[in-house]
C-alpha cells in the first residue's frame, strides 16, 4: 500500500516571501503521479500542480514549482512571492498508474497561513 | 462551465439515522469519486465509478455505505445506520477520464449527534 507522509502541520510565511513544503512517499510501484492539491476554508480541493513519475522535469506553474526527487521518494512544493489567497491546508497525493482504477493517496495536510 | 454540485452542503443527524448525499459531476465526465474525509486528515477515497460501473470500492464500508450511479450521471451516497465516527465531509469529484484532473465539489459536512 501506498503512504504519503507531510511532516508539517502547519506553516507560516510572510507575504512576498517563498515557502517550501515537504512530502515523501512510499511506494514499489515505478510509474504513478504525483499531485498538490490547495484546500481553501470553502474545502473546495483545488489542483496547484502535477507530476508524472517518468518525468525528470519539475513541474512549475506560475509561482507554484515541486522538487521531485524519485529516488528519495520526496515531492516538495515551492511557492513564490506568497499572497494572501495562498492561505489554505495543502495536500500531497500519489496516483498508482494502472489500467483501472485511479484512488489519490493523500497525505494529512500543512497548513499554510501568509501573513501581511 | 459549471463545477461539481453536491447537496446538501451541511446535515446533522442522531446515530443510527440514515443519510443520502446527491452529486452532480461535470458535464461529459465519465469517472466520479466520493471521498471522505475526517477532520485533520486528507481524504480517502471510499468509491470510484467509471460511468455506472463500479471500479474501486475496496476502501467502502459495505454493512453500512451504498452508492449508486444508475444512468452514468448523478451518483448518491447513503449511509445506514450512521455512525458517530461518520462525522465528516464527503467529497465528490469527477474527471474526464480516471487519469486527467479531477474536479472536486465543496463537499457535504456531516455530523452524527
Known amino acids: 500500500a501506498q503512504t504519503v507522509t507531510q511532516s508539517q502541520p502547519e506553516m507560516s510565511v510572510q507575504e512576498a516571501e517563498t515557502v517550501t513544503l515537504s512530502c515523501t512517499y512510499d511506494?514499489?510501484?515505478?510509474?504513478?503521479?504525483l499531485f498538490w492539491y490547495k484546500q481553501p476554508p470553502s474545502r473546495q480541493m483545488i489542483l496547484v500542480i502535477r507530476q508524472e513519475a517518468y518525468k525528470q522535469q519539475n513541474a512549475t506553474e506560475n509561482r507554484f514549482s515541486v522538487n521531485f526527487q524519485k529516488a528519495a521518494k520526496s515531492f516538495s512544493l515551492k511557492i513564490s512571492d506568497s499572497q494572501l489567497g495562498d492561505t489554505a491546508m495543502y495536500f500531497c497525493a500519489f496516483m498508482k498508474h494502472k489500467s483501472s482504477g485511479s484512488r489519490l493517496t493523500f497525505g494529512e495536510g500543512t497548513q499554510l497561513t501568509v501573513n501581511p | 462551465e459549471a463545477g461539481v454540485a453536491q447537496s446538501p452542503r451541511y446535515k446533522i443527524i442522531e446515530k443510527r439515522q440514515s443519510v443520502a448525499f446527491w452529486c452532480n459531476p461535470i458535464?461529459?465526465?465519465?469517472?466520479l469519486y466520493w471521498y471522505q474525509q475526517i477532520l485533520g486528515q486528507g481524504p480517502k477515497l471510499l468509491i470510484q465509478f467509471q460511468n455506472n460501473g463500479v471500479v474501486d470500492d475496496s476502501q467502502l464500508p459495505k454493512d453500512r455505505f451504498s452508492a449508486e450511479r444508475l444512468k452514468g450521471v448523478d451518483s448518491t451516497l447513503k449511509i445506514q445506520p450512521a455512525k458517530l465516527e461518520d462525522s465528516a465531509v464527503y467529497l465528490c469529484?469527477?474527471?474526464?477520464?480516471?487519469?486527467?484532473?479531477?474536479?472536486f465539489g465543496q463537499g457535504t459536512r456531516l455530523t452524527v449527534v
Open positions: 511506494t514499489s510501484e515505478n510509474n504513478y503521479y
Open positions: 458535464s461529459g465526465h465519465a469517472t
Open positions: 469529484a469527477s474527471s474526464f477520464t480516471p487519469y486527467t484532473e479531477a474536479f
